[in-house]
C-alpha cells in the first residue's frame, strides 16, 4: 500500500508456485513445493483435485537461504588468503565486497560446471605491494563447505509430511522454486527426502511471479477454473483456567473454517467471563501472542460450571477472525475481528513454531500442573458444599478426616509451580474417593430418616383413624 499497490491478497511463494505449476493440470495429485531463495526456506505440501489447490501444511526456515551459503564461501575465500599471503582482509570493507561477488559469481558457475577460477587482482595491499586472489575452487569442496546448510532443509521437509498427514510414498511430484534449488546437491537431497526426482516443469526464478498472477486472474474474476484453499499459519485460542491455552483452531486448519466450544465460569456466582485471544503453539496462554481480548457481561450468577458460554471462531477466506462469546442462557453475545495474522510476520510465525518444538517438554509439564490443580480446585469446591449440605448427617470425626485431606491438598496447590502434577492428582483422587464414601452414608442416613418420619406419620394416621371409628360406634 505504501507503494500504491491494492493488496488483493497475500500468498505464500510455495503456494503460488503450486498455482503456477497446476493452472493447467488436470490430474489430482500431492505435491511438494521446495522453496530455497536468496534469503528463506519455504516448503509447503499441497493437494490439487479438479481445479482447487488445499493448502496441507507448511514449514520452513526463516533464516537459511543463498545469502548463508555466499557467506561460507566468503568465510573459506578470507581463509585461503590468509594462508597464502598472511594478511586478514576481514576489515577490509571494499576487498570483503569484491570477495562476496566473486562468491555469488562462483557458486551460480558450480552449479553448470566441475570447477570455476576465482580471479581477483588488486584484492589488498601491503608495504610490499599489491595483493592478488587467484585460486580454482571446485564443485565438490562447495558442496562440502555447504552441505551442513543443505541439512538444514531437511528437518522442515519432514515436519511438513508429518503435519500435511502423508508420507513421502504420497508426494505425487515435487517443485522446485529459487536460484539456489539450481545446485546439483540441493537436487540431491530433494531426491533422497522424497524419494523422487525433481519436477523441471516450472521456472524456479519466475513460478511464483506466475502463480501470484494466476490468483490475481482468481480474484478479479477473470480465472473461474481454480480455487485455493489456504491454511492458518498457527493454532488459535483463547485462556482459560490457570492461564492454560485452549486451541479451538490448530494449525496447518484449511480457511475458511469454524469452530465453536462450550465454556463455563470458574467462580460461584460470576456474572462476567474475560475472552482473551491468542495465537500460537505453546501450552501457556502468556507465551502466545495476545491478539485482542473482549468481556462477556450481564451473565445471571449462578454455581460455577453452570452457565454455558459458546465461544466461536470464524476465520473466513481472507485470514480474518471473527470470535464471539454467547451466553446460551440468556441469548448476549459479544465480538471481536482480527485482523489477518494478527500481524505476525512470517519470520515471528518461525520463530514461535521453534520456539513451542523447544519449551514442548516444558510446557508439557506447566500444563498439567495447571489442570491437575484446577481439578483438585473443582473437587475442594464441590467436597466444602457437600459438607454444609450433609453437616447434620456427617459425624464428627469423620468430617475432621475429610478437612485433613483437604488441608493436604490446598498445601499441595500452594506450591503448584513446583509440585508434581501426578502428586496433586493422586491427593485429589483420595479426597475424591473418600468424600464419596463419607456422603453416601450421609445420603444413607438422610434416606432411612426419611422412611423413619414417613412411618410415624403414618402410623400416627392409622392410630387416628381407629379413634374416630370408635367414637362413631359409643355414637
Known sequence: QIAGLNVLRVINEPTAAALAYGMDKTDDKIIAVYDLGGGTFDISVLEIQKGVFEV??????????????????VNFLVDEFKRDQGLDIRKDA???????????KAKIELSGSLQTDINLPYLTMDSAGPK??????????????????IKRTVGPCQRALQDAEVSRTDIGEVLLVGGMTRMPKV???????????PSRSVNPDEAVAVGAAVQGGVLAGDVTDILLLDVTPLSLGIETLGGVFTKL????????????QVFSTAADGQTQVEIKVHQGEREMATDNKLLGQFSLIGIPPAPRGVPQIEVTFDIDANG???VSARDKGTGKEQQIVIQSSGGLSKDEIENMVKAAEQFAAADKGRRERVEAANQAEGVLHDTETKMDEYKAQLPQDECDKLRGEMV????LLAQKDTADPEAIRTATGQLQQASLKLFEQAYKKMAAEREGQNQTQSESQTQGESEEKKEEKKN
Not at 526456515?61 to 548463508?68: A, I, K, P, Q
Not at 537436487?187 to 526426482?197: K, L, Y
Open 187 to 197: 537436487q540431491q537431497t530433494v531426491q533422497d527426502i522424497f524419494g523422487r526426482a
Open 320 to 322: 480474518i477472525v471473527h
Open 249 to 260: 483452531i490448530t494449525r496447518n486448519t484449511t480457511i475458511p473454517t469454524k469452530k465453536s
Open 94 to 104: 571494499m576487498a570483503m565486497q569484491r570477495l562476496k561477488e566473486a562468491a555469488e
Open 408 to 411: 493436604k491438598l490446598r498445601e
Open 132 to 149: 592478488h586472489m587467484n585460486l580454482k575452487m571446485t564443485r565438490s569442496k562447495l558442496e562440502s563447505l555447504v552441505g551442513d546448510l
Open 56 to 73: 496441507k501444511s507448511t514449514n520452513g526456515d526463516t533464516l537459511l537461504g543463498g545469502e548463508d551459503f555466499d557467506n561460507v564461501i
